[in-house]
């Protein structure tokens, strides 16, 4: 299953993509998190109004990244992760910090489809803690990566490997490590587990992924 699902999403860490991290002069790690591709209108909001995004735009805490009908964007984080947003997404980038090795994020998807791959540990760092919420669920991220929707009443989460702490806005939380399987979280509850071919999940990654167009 793994192998159909790096198949089917065209998986190529973006460590090693044509696409470079932008970095700083100093110290050669991303010193915040970046834009680094744009497809369409995307927009930043900004200390209550709105400015354009551009590759290689450096993100605050509290920026709210948002895409248009047509707009797709890829962020770049510190840790060497990446955030992938299809049309009409909302993220939110509340906090992040990095102390004595640990690098620590804080989310938030408002709504629309997104991508969320967690690469190598920049030189340096040691772990990583990085608290994703949507409307109807929290998502502890690890060594993972995976693929969601978010609806108005419903978090849909497919992932692609490793594993992820899930919880429902008002239920218990728990670890999910089933590759390749799909579930529906909404504010109490996580639905059964449902496996997805590589048939299901190409139509899926199109809807992230800025090459495919």
């Known amino acids: 299953m793994k192998q159909l699902i790096t198949l089917a999403l065209g998986l ?47 993100l605050k805490q509290g920026d709210e990244i948002r895409t248009g009908r047509r707009g797709r964007a890829y962020i770049d984080f510190p840790d060497n992760s990446r955030v992938k947003l299809g049309i009409r997404s909302r993220f939110l980038v509340r906090d992040w910090s990095e102390k004595e090795g640990v690098f620590t994020s804080t989310l938030r998807i408002f709504q629309g489809a997104f991508r969320y791959t967690a690469g190598l540990l920049t030189s340096g760092m040691t772990a990583r803690r990085t608290s994703l919420s949507t409307r109807t669920a929290v998502l502890g991220v690890r060594g993972t990566d995976f693929w969601g929707r978010v609806g108005k009443d419903k978090t849909f989460f497919l992932l692609l490997e490793g594993e992820v702490s899930i919880a429902p806005r008002y239920g218990e939380a728990m670890v999910y490590n089933d590759a390749g399987k799909a579930v529906n979280i909404n504010n109490s509850n996580i639905s059964e587990p449902q496996p997805f071919s590589m048939e299901d999940i190409a139509p899926l990654a199109a809807e992230t992924e800025i090459e495919e167009l």
């Open 12 to 58: 190529t860490l973006f460590i090693c993509s044509a696409q470079p991290v932008i970095a700083d002069d100093i110290n050669g790690i991303v010193a915040s998190p970046t834009i680094v591709r744009i497809l369409g209108s995307v927009k930043v909001f900004r200390q209550n109004r709105f400015e354009r995004a551009y590759p290689g735009m450096k």
